[in-house]
């Protein structure tokens, strides 16, 4: 039996579900437009520092650049959203992800039991 109960609901062979695919992430689409990994990262970097009042000065100048407009655009729309996720991207960007630490314990035994004459582990 089929997983979809339409045969119109499937898709064809071939044919993508999702022809656009996943969306590029900003700092991928800047690096496409031709800014260096460097530019970017200083960039961020300077805009994280300012004030709401600043960055929307940065965001309606005409005379700054794309990359300073659009980072700018996202931290505005991060801080309206409440939303700590593009900030965050911004600052493992910048600052590279915290260290991340595990503890693992074991205590390495093995237990072997018999029934019936067999072992089992």
């Known amino acids: 039996m089929s997983q979809f109960p339409y045969k119109e609901a499937q898709w064809q062979k071939g044919v993508s579900g999702n022809p656009n695919g996943r969306p ?3 700092v991928s ?7 260096k990994l460097s ?4 960039t961020m970097q300077n ?3 300012m004030t709401e009042e600043q960055l929307k000065s940065i965001q309606d100048d005409t005379l700054a650049t794309a990359l300073e407009r659009t980072i700018s655009k996202a931290i505005i729309n991060s801080m309206n959203k409440g939303s700590l996720y593009s900030i965050e991207t911004l600052l493992t960007r910048v600052y590279g ?7 693992i314990k074991s ?3 093995i237990e ?3 029934v019936d004459g067999k072992t089992i582990l």
């Open 47 to 49: 805009l994280m520092a």
């Open 39 to 42: 530019e970017i990262n200083d």
């Open 97 to 103: 992800k915290p260290k991340e630490q595990m503890d």
């Open 112 to 114: 072997v039991i018999f």
């Open 24 to 26: 590029k992430k900003m």
């Open 29 to 35: 689409l800047l690096v496409d437009h031709g800014y």
């Open 107 to 109: 205590d390495n035994k």
